[in-house]
T-cell receptor, first 114, second 110 residues
Framework: AQSVTQPDARVTVSEGASLQLRCKYSYFGTPYLFWYVQYPRQGLQLLLKYYPGDPVVQGVNGFEAEFSKSNSSFHLRKASVHWSDWAVYFCAVSGQGGSAKLIFGEGTKLTVSS | EAAVTQSPRSKVAVTGGKVTLSCHQTNNHDYMYWYRQDTGHGLRLIHYSYVADSTEKGDIPDGYKASRPSQENFSLILELASLSQTAVYFC?????????FGPGTRLLVL
């Protein structure tokens, strides 16, 4: 079955420390992968997206993610976390074109401690 | 960037009543979607549409109807609201392979 797993429901990181949020996907065919962020009581905003090509993609606000076909993973990273990064992060996968649907993981809630 | 708006932003409904959630997008995207989000969970697809006057079922369509009267507007209709439909509902439109989300509607069914 096609699915996305985010194994860490909650992550706490000190401000200024590095961050990695994990995402594992299962998808038949060529996957397109996305990371969205949801700030409190807001909609989802796109952080970055992966299309087949360079496995490392850069996003907004210093975020990047690395695609690994062998590990079926698309982990999100940031070198230095800021308090404003406190949010819920969703990984998602879809196929290409037409009626391709976006399949979401359950999200990882990031808490930033001072 | 896509502009997707939703109304109302929050609503309290009674069990058995009719609820209509509205979504409007200003970027002329073909595809539009309705998702629900339950506390602590990801988004699940209810209905979607790729052209006006046509809608398709998503993964959890039971208890919901959708209507796409124009390119810009996409509504989600709960004919007989139930307690289990308490959730946050998100609308999205899609350009190429990227979906752009509205701010959400928080629905409480009592």
């Amino acid at each position: 079955a096609q699915s996305v797993t985010q194994p860490d429901a909650r992550v706490t990181v000190s401000e200024g420390a590095s961050l990695q949020l994990r995402c594992k996907y299962s998808y038949f065919g060529t996957p397109y992968l996305f990371w969205y962020v949801q700030y409190p009581r807001q909609g989802l905003q796109l952080l970055l997206k992966y299309y087949p090509g360079d496995p490392v993609v850069q996003g907004v606000n210093g975020f990047e993610a690395e695609f690994s076909k062998s590990n079926s993973s698309f982990h999100l990273r940031k070198a230095s976390v800021h308090w404003s990064d406190w949010a819920v992060y969703f990984c998602a996968v879809s196929g290409q074109g037409g009626s391709a649907k976006l399949i979401f993981g359950e999200g990882t809630k990031l808490t930033v401690s001072s | 960037e896509a502009a997707v708006t939703q109304s109302p932003r929050s609503k309290v409904a009674v069990t058995g009543g009719k609820v209509t959630l509205s979504c409007h997008q200003t970027n002329n995207h073909d595809y539009m979607y309705w998702y629900r989000q339950d506390t602590g969970h990801g988004l699940r697809l209810i209905h979607y549409s790729y052209v006006a006057d046509s809608t398709e079922k998503g993964d959890i369509p039971d208890g919901y109807k959708a209507s796409r009267p124009s390119q810009e507007n996409f509504s989600l209709i709960l004919e007989l609201a139930s307690l289990s439909q308490t959730a946050v509902y998100f609308c999205a439109s899609r350009f190429r392979d990227t979906q752009y989300f509205g701010p959400g509607t928080r629905l409480l069914v009592l």
